[in-house]
């Protein structure tokens, strides 16, 4: 069974970072293209960022320059580094494994159909 725990949500003023964390059980993640992907009330489901088995990223316009994706193999955890942060970017975060990274929007997050899911954090940036 593939399990998926997200941490490092919070609240934060505008210009402050966070850092997310994902941590796998019953997946290896070099094995594995991960995402993080994000979600605000009436929104779609938006990915945000990528990181392939191969470690090739990827990220989507608006985060361009201030967020990062990594991944630490020895502790089978991918982190989404978030710094200058933004209003715009409140949402719930959301890590999934097994990825069509090509795909940038959904409905909803947590759709079995495109990969693994965690639970979510949230992430609210005032101004």
């Known amino acids: 069974e593939v399990k998926l725990v997200e941490s490092g949500g919070g609240s934060v003023q505008a210009g402050g970072s966070l850092r997310l964390s994902c941590t796998a059980s019953g997946l290896t993640f070099t094995e594995s293209d991960v995402g993080w992907y994000r979600q605000a009330p009436g929104t779609e489901c938006e990915l945000v960022s990528s990181i392939r088995s191969d470690g090739v990223t990827q990220y989507t316009a608006s985060v361009k320059g201030r967020f990062t994706i990594s991944r630490d193999s020895a502790k089978n955890t991918v982190y989404l580094q978030m710094n200058s942060l933004k209003p715009e970017d409140t949402a719930v975060y959301y890590c999934?494994?097994?990825?069509?990274?090509?795909?940038?929007?959904?409905?909803?997050?947590?759709?079995?159909?495109?990969?693994?899911w965690g639970q979510g954090t949230q992430v609210t940036v005032s101004s």
């Open positions: 999934a494994a097994d990825i069509l990274d090509t795909i940038w929007t959904i409905n909803h997050c947590r759709d079995p159909g495109f990969g693994d």
